[in-house]
């Protein structure tokens, strides 16, 4: 048998190097605050080196493309030289005196904090790389680096060439890894591993005969791709013919108490999950009022009723679904997106929103194979603080292969009113926009260790910030599929407190979203399948929103006639990714100097 080399044992050696340079040598000066914050800044520029070393898959996506050749191999001994690194770094932590740094590099100390605290939860509590089998797919590691345009093509395809030399490795630890999973993640990682297959294909192959590699190179990485393939076939086959059938499944619910812990870790909010499902619980019925009253004003242009219903919700209903047909077709569906961009541009620009920058590129697309299967529908791929020229991806599910019945009921849930309301999520001024703000943000830590509420909560904010600005034309309709489109996303944490922290069936959610959420069955139900494979992320949405729009209207009320919409903006943008809390104490600072 020949000997196969194996990458892990090299990895343990030089990750036991990088620890000790990590390693700061001594206590940092702290004799005066600007002392501290010269020794903190150069920490944290090991930190970061640190962390993309044994992240190189993050690494790639945030730009940073020194480790792109490296794949690293889901063991158990890895996942011991990745516990010993971030013990490492929090006892590094500790060596700093908080209370001298500056707010912005308090900001980033937490941040860095909650990283460790968050990487020892998920390792060593959660656990999900035992019961997730979707952890495991080589197919986005390998689309970022061919699809990148940060250095030639025969540079990146050794890069691709080297890290496929750990595939079988790989496939064969991500298989030992997986003990117990869920039926979902199980049947998400067959989809998505099926997905990934299609990365080495023939876009790879044609890349690899149009490169300037040597027939040597080129014999060798066709040989790695067909070897890749045969692994991942390999782990779907095993998914498929000996997970699936055994039936030894855990429940794909955490539980309230890993969830109200997972929640403090992943948002960073303010305030408590509890306390998030509470709130959400009194603007659904916020919302329903708005509707109510609104529906009342309008339904005799859309719906002629011999007698008008006494149940109020009922008219809602009626008039939600007549202003649903109103939609763009199957085969234009991507195109009515791609097209509506430039009048969402133009209206930023004329409204003085916030300024934009013209030279970083968005391209919608329709989403990869791979990034398939998760029930999210649209999302946005951008570039990292290291990879700022790069393009934007919007990636859209285009509506292919689906039943006449299925793609009629996405396009009513997508129609002419909140497909824009979604471009305006996804793009502009939302994820998109915000997005290169981040980018420019001085804290690197900010931009990389970007919370994810704060992300989604600005995108929900702009939203209503854009219709608040005449978008739609202050019509009672689009405010009213505004509020259907709003009530999602507090439905969104309600559904994922009561099916991850409670007991929540799928006949119970699907009635809750279509009767509350006035949506259609198909959306429905792909949320419910979004709430059993994900834990958290469907609460952050509501929770970075609320404390966005909380924020504003206590700065409006403290600033009075000075309160500036724009300043507001770009200001809030300005500090990167951060969690809100944070932002409103740097902004509340800065208020009282």
Same mark, same amino acid.
């Given at each position: 048998?020949?000997?196969?080399?194996?990458?892990?044992?090299?990895? !343990?050696?030089?990750?036991?190097? !990088?620890?000790?340079?990590?390693?700061?040598?001594?206590?940092?000066?702290?004799?005066?605050?600007?002392?501290?914050?010269?020794?903190?800044?150069?920490?944290?520029?090991?930190?970061?080196?640190?962390?993309?070393?044994?992240?190189?898959?993050?690494?790639?996506?945030?730009?940073?493309?020194?480790?792109?050749?490296?794949?690293?191999?889901?063991?158990?001994?890895?996942?011991?030289?990745?516990?010993?690194?971030?013990?490492?770094?929090?006892?590094?932590?500790?060596?700093?005196?908080?209370?001298?740094?500056?707010?912005?590099?308090?900001?980033?100390?937490?941040?860095?904090?909650?990283?460790?605290?968050?990487?020892?939860?998920?390792?060593?509590?959660? #656990?999900?790389?035992?019961?997730?089998?979707?952890?495991?797919?080589?197919?986005?590691?390998?689309?970022?680096?061919?699809?990148?345009?940060?250095?030639?093509?025969?540079?990146?395809?050794?890069?691709?060439?080297?890290?496929?030399?750990?595939?079988?490795?790989?496939?064969?630890?991500?298989?030992?890894?997986?003990?117990?999973?869920?039926?979902?993640?199980?049947?998400?990682?067959?989809?998505?591993?099926?997905?990934?297959?299609?990365?080495?294909?023939?876009?790879?192959?044609?890349?690899?005969?149009?490169?300037?590699?040597?027939?040597?190179?080129? =014999?060798?990485?066709?040989?790695?791709?067909?070897?890749?393939?045969?692994?991942?076939?390999?782990?779907?086959?095993?998914?498929?013919? $000996?997970?699936?059938?055994?039936?030894?499944?855990?429940?794909?619910?955490?539980?309230?108490?890993?969830?109200?812990?997972?929640?403090?870790?992943?948002?960073?909010?303010?305030?408590?999950?509890?306390?998030?499902?509470?709130?959400?619980?009194?603007? #659904?019925?916020?919302?329903?009022?708005?509707?109510?009253?609104?529906?009342?004003?309008?339904?005799?242009?859309?719906?002629?009723?011999?007698?008008?219903?006494?149940?109020?919700?009922?008219?809602?209903?009626?008039?939600?679904?007549?202003?649903?047909?109103?939609?763009?077709?199957?085969? #234009?569906?991507?195109?009515?997106?791609?097209?509506?961009?430039?009048?969402?541009?133009?209206?930023?620009?004329?409204?003085?929103?916030?300024?934009?920058?013209?030279?970083?590129?968005?391209?919608?697309?329709?989403?990869?194979?791979?990034?398939?299967?998760?029930?999210?529908?649209?999302?946005?791929?951008?570039?990292?603080?290291?990879?700022?020229?790069?393009?934007?991806?919007?990636?859209?599910?285009?509506?292919?292969?689906?039943?006449?019945?299925?793609?009629?009921?996405?396009?009513?849930?997508?129609?002419?009113?909140? !497909?824009?309301?979604?471009?305006?999520?996804?793009?502009?001024?939302?994820?998109?926009?915000?997005?290169?703000?981040?980018?420019?943000?001085?804290?690197?830590?900010?931009?990389?260790?970007?919370?994810?509420?704060?992300?989604?909560?600005?995108?929900?904010?702009?939203?209503?910030?854009?219709?608040?600005?005449?978008?739609?034309?202050?019509?009672?309709?689009?405010?009213?599929?505004?509020?259907?489109?709003?009530?999602?996303?507090?439905?969104?944490?309600?559904?994922?407190?009561?099916? $991850?922290?409670?007991?929540?069936?799928?006949?119970?959610?699907?009635?809750?979203?279509?009767?509350?959420?006035?949506?259609?069955?198909?959306?429905?139900?792909?949320?419910?399948?979004?709430?059993?494979?994900?834990?958290?992320?469907?609460?952050?949405?509501?929770?970075?929103?609320?404390?966005?729009?909380?924020?504003?209207?206590?700065?409006?009320? =403290?600033?009075?006639?000075?309160?500036?919409?724009?300043?507001?903006?770009?200001?809030?943008?300005?500090?990167?990714?951060?969690?809100?809390?944070?932002?409103?104490?740097?902004?509340?600072?800065?208020?009282?100097?």
């Amino acid at each position: 048998m020949k000997h196969r080399y194996s990458l892990s044992a090299a990895v !343990l050696l030089a990750g036991a190097g !990088l620890l000790a340079a990590c390693d700061p040598g001594t206590k940092p000066a702290t004799g005066t605050a600007e002392t501290a914050d010269a020794t903190f800044d150069d920490y944290k520029a090991r930190f970061i080196d640190s962390l993309w070393y044994y992240n190189p898959e993050w690494a790639s996506s945030a730009g940073y493309h020194r480790y792109d050749s490296l794949l690293v191999v889901p063991s158990a001994g890895r996942r011991q030289v990745e516990a010993a690194a971030i013990a490492r770094r929090g006892k590094e932590l500790q060596a700093f005196e908080v209370g001298k740094l500056s707010v912005n590099n308090q900001t980033d100390y937490r941040l860095m904090q909650n990283y460790l605290a968050s990487a020892r939860f998920y390792a060593d509590t959660l #656990r999900s790389w035992e019961w997730n089998p979707s952890n495991y797919n080589v197919g986005g590691a390998v689309a970022e680096v061919l699809n990148g345009r940060y250095a030639p093509l025969d540079r990146r395809l050794r890069a691709i060439s080297s890290k496929l030399i750990q595939s079988a490795d790989y496939y064969e630890a991500a298989e030992q890894s997986v003990k117990r999973p869920t039926r979902e993640h199980t049947n998400l990682a067959i989809r998505q591993n099926q997905g990934g297959l299609s990365v080495f294909g023939p876009a790879l192959l044609d890349s690899v005969a149009k490169s300037g590699l040597s027939d040597a190179e080129k =014999k060798t990485l066709r040989e790695r791709v067909a070897t890749t393939r045969l692994a991942m076939e390999g782990y779907i086959r095993f998914l498929q013919t $000996q997970v699936l059938p055994a039936g030894n499944f855990r429940p794909f619910r955490i539980g309230p108490e890993l969830f109200a812990r997972k929640f403090a870790l992943d948002i960073q909010s303010r305030y408590s999950a509890d306390e998030v499902y509470q709130k959400a619980l009194t603007h #659904r019925q916020e919302l329903l009022t708005d509707m109510k009253a609104r529906a009342l004003r309008i339904y005799p242009k859309y719906v002629q009723y011999q007698a008008v219903p006494q149940d109020t919700l009922a008219i809602v209903r009626d008039v939600v679904a007549a202003l649903s047909r109103e939609h763009a077709t199957p085969q #234009r569906f991507v195109d009515a997106v791609r097209e509506q961009m430039p009048e969402l541009v133009r209206w930023v620009n004329e409204h003085d929103l916030l300024t934009q920058d013209p030279t970083q590129p968005l391209v919608v697309r329709e989403t990869p194979l791979y990034m398939r299967g998760s029930g999210a529908g649209a999302s946005v791929s951008a570039p990292g603080p290291y990879d700022k020229g790069a393009d934007t991806y919007y990636n859209v599910d285009p509506i292919v292969g689906l039943p006449a019945p299925q793609a009629e009921s996405y396009l009513r849930e997508y129609n002419t009113y909140t !497909l824009q309301i979604l471009n305006i999520h996804e793009a502009i001024p939302g994820h998109y926009t915000q997005l290169v703000y981040a980018n420019r943000s001085p804290s690197l830590i900010k931009s990389i260790l970007g919370n994810g509420a704060m992300i989604e909560g600005w995108a929900v904010y702009a939203e209503r910030m854009m219709l608040e600005s005449g978008y739609g034309g202050n019509t009672d309709e689009f405010w009213l599929m505004w509020d259907k489109w709003n009530m999602r996303v507090t439905l969104n944490a309600i559904l994922d407190h009561e099916v $991850q922290a409670g007991s929540l069936t799928e006949t119970q959610a699907v009635e809750m979203l279509r009767r509350d959420g006035f949506q259609e069955d198909a959306e429905a139900r792909n949320k419910w399948l979004r709430a059993t494979l994900s834990q958290v992320q469907l609460s952050s949405y509501f929770t970075g929103y609320t404390e966005i729009y909380d924020l504003r209207e206590e700065l409006k009320q =403290k600033q009075g006639k000075e309160f500036n919409l724009k300043a507001f903006h770009e200001q809030f943008l300005s500090y990167g990714s951060a969690p809100v809390k944070y932002i409103r104490e740097m902004m509340l600072a800065k208020e009282k100097k």
